[in-house]
């Protein structure tokens, strides 16, 4: 069945008979107790790093201060304090100048990136991702009925030739390519971060194809070393100005998951487009004041420093133990920020089938071939270090090379 | 230009000259001060009444006892607590027994909406909508490309001959209605009821036409007198078990609009749909966290109580007012609930046309045109009494009835 409609299956299904009995309830999934797994599965941010006291008294300020705001309803470009407290920030990180034109608060960046999605996608519209790339994204595009377009990535980003000749065929077929979805920093899932040189041949290669960036730059703040490049959106918003990137964020991982914050800024057209297309209930006014409250009391920049402390330790727990305890015929990234590490195992072994194995030894992650939206991906393994404590981080690489150096 | 596409215009824009200097920040909109409006356009719940330090409580206790979870990312129907908290809630004042399998959080009820909008509809499927009704809702409909047949009210809620006479024409022609969407209780402009007869015989024609209801229930609460008529949901889940309601309803109305916070009630096969394809950002854990903690502190009970006696005075001083200060060739309905009264002027009165002219006396509304999807309601005015003061309601009919008196 096609995912991106709903056919007359659903009806179908509606007026069987077995469709009567709806409200029975159902049976409870069962549970299946496994209380020592300790799981890379999920880039959940780690619940111990929530400035819950800070949070709170930013809420109670808010409900005394400016209930009258943040429990009604909002501007469909979402809350004016957020988003000057947005464009403060990314003055001072970046040095970008924002109107607040140019900006809009979603519902986290999936909320942006599926936005995007309906607004600039028509059934059988083409766009680039990255292979491999953030599912959840890709399936926004899938269910906008879109044709993907898989560029491989190396060390260095996407491949610039790879792109180049995609963008050349696409060109060639009469297909427009309505935009190319990339994660410049420290990527999801490979962890590769595009190098500067590849950040202008992108930009060159969108304006001469004139197609459209989509940056999602989620893990941007979770940095380990170093200074961040300049975002695609920023090389070109302060160089000539070409003003064809849209760019993502979130406060997800900066901030907490569970507030559904995120923003987009991208050239005004497009946001006006976007708002007039938000019909998503609308971004909690409530959430973006207490979230504003948090910023302007100054909080937000001490606990991005300590976030990026947090997590390179738990980063370099997870590289010493994979060093330590991986057979050599296995290879990873060595990521400078984000929440993820790319395993590459032995062209024969597939990650799929050593899941059921690993689980006997306790241990979970996301085989690579959910991360292609083509067969692809069967010998890779994404790995998140963000959740689990340092402890189990070792111990489940340790076990993981176990059910990897048997496997071999 | 088509509004439900983003075609080429967007792409031509972005390459214009006049594009490349979208950096510039555009001038402000120039306010037009006018102090003294008392605005009847928008229903937007009255700020006075937002419970904000029972919610500074229930903020402090969820960020103190259950941080981990309301500020991590959620599942896709929504919080649990809040799910088994409504549950709670319709058992006891509806009698429903629903299963949590039964229930979707969405980002308000207009989340829900554009949520089965975008799940049901497909580019060109029929669907039905009382006249006039919720344009914020019709055009969810409209962007997902639906065919809108509208069937009008009278006193007693949609016509059911009417109705029967469009469903039996789409029928003839070929065309599926995927759903009627109505607004049984203080329908949302005419603030009209469905009768309880009506509501039998529109589940009937439903299941004889194959089609769902989609039942906007936003205002159920906001009662003022008697018994609310239990729910097209609840006549057909109590009944024979026909599944084929959707409903939606908000805490917006009856908490806090700012939480974003809404639901949809719906046979399994529907609820798993929508899940499958909820790709708005989620519902935030936080609110719903916060507003389940409210919810089981016992609070929302005597609120809403409070509530109805407090929008009760406000309809009531509208009423008042509308009878002494109208003239006589103005009629109006009687909302029994709800936030707005329906004014009909003489025919030849255009209520668009009148607008700038009670701009000048100070008062503002909302045209009846805005509320249907055909080009109706020229001589109709939606008045929304929920925000202005008591004080306010009076004096700004009293202007208006000074505008229409002028006009006749």
Redesign the interface.
């Known amino acids: 069945m096609d995912?991106t409609?709903?056919?007359n299956h659903?009806?179908a299904?509606?007026?069987s008979a077995s469709?009567?009995?709806?409200?029975?309830?159902?049976a409870e999934p069962s549970g299946r107790p496994r209380p020592s797994l300790i799981s890379f599965t999920y880039g959940?941010?780690d619940?111990a790093t929530?400035p819950?006291?800070e949070?709170?008294g930013a809420?109670?300020l808010v409900?005394?201060e400016h209930?009258?705001?943040?429990?009604?309803?909002?501007s469909i470009h979402g809350s004016h304090r957020l988003i000057a407290a947005l464009i403060h920030k990314l003055k001072d990180d970046e040095g970008l100048?924002?109107?607040p034109?140019?900006v809009m608060i979603?519902?986290?960046?999936?909320?942006?990136l599926?936005q995007v999605?309906r607004?600039?996608l028509?059934p059988g519209d083409y766009m680039v991702a990255e292979a491999p790339s953030f599912l959840g994204a890709v399936?926004?595009f899938r269910?906008a009925q879109a044709q993907i377009i898989e560029v491989p990535l190396d060390s260095d980003g996407i491949r610039i030739d790879a792109l180049e000749h995609a963008l050349r065929a696409a060109h060639a077929a009469g297909r427009r390519v309505k935009f190319l979805y990339v994660m410049p920093n420290y990527q999801n899932p490979s962890g590769v971060t595009l190098s500067f040189p590849r950040r202008h041949d992108l930009l060159d290669l969108a304006a001469e194809y004139?197609t459209?960036i989509l940056e999602d730059d989620a893990y941007r703040d979770i940095r380990f070393e170093g200074d961040a490049l300049p975002s695609l959106f920023g090389i070109d918003?302060l160089g000539d100005?070409?003003?064809?990137v849209i760019r993502t964020g979130t406060f997800?991982k900066i901030l907490?998951?569970?507030?559904?914050l995120?923003w987009v800024i991208a050239?005004?057209?497009?946001i006006r487009?976007l708002a007039?297309?938000k019909?998503?209930?609308?971004?909690?006014?409530?959430?973006s004041?207490i979230a504003a409250a948090y910023i302007e009391a100054g909080e937000l920049g001490p606990h991005i420093e300590q976030l990026q402390q947090h997590y390179k330790r738990k980063r370099d727990a997870m590289l010493r133990a994979l060093r330590q305890h991986f057979p050599p015929s296995v290879s990873w990234s060595e990521p400078v920020g984000g929440f993820f590490i790319w395993l590459t195992l032995p062209d024969h072994l597939d990650a799929r089938t050593l899941l059921p194995i690993a689980h006997e030894e306790g241990v979970d992650y996301l085989p690579g071939a959910a991360c292609f939206a083509s067969d692809s991906g069967s010998n890779n393994i994404r790995l998140a270090y963000s959740q689990p404590s340092l402890d189990d981080i070792e111990e489940g690489i340790k076990r993981l090379g176990r059910v990897l150096t048997a496997s071999l």
Chains 1, 2 share one sequence.
Do not use: C, M
């Not at 907490?256 to 559904?260: D, E, N, Q, Y």
């Not at 050239?267 to 497009?270: D, G, K």
């Not at 019909?279 to 959430?287: K, L």
């Open positions: 995912e409609t709903v056919d659903l009806y299904e509606l007026w469709a009567r009995a709806w409200n029975t309830p159902a959940l941010p619940a929530f819950s006291e949070l709170t809420a109670s409900l005394r209930a009258a705001t943040a429990l009604q309803y909002g100048d924002l109107d034109n140019q979603t519902n986290g960046s999936s909320g942006a599926s999605a607004v600039l028509d399936n926004s269910r004139r459209l918003a100005i070409r003003g064809h997800s907490a998951a569970g507030l559904r995120g050239p005004e057209p497009i487009k007039a297309f019909d998503d209930g609308g971004t909690s006014p409530f959430s004041a």
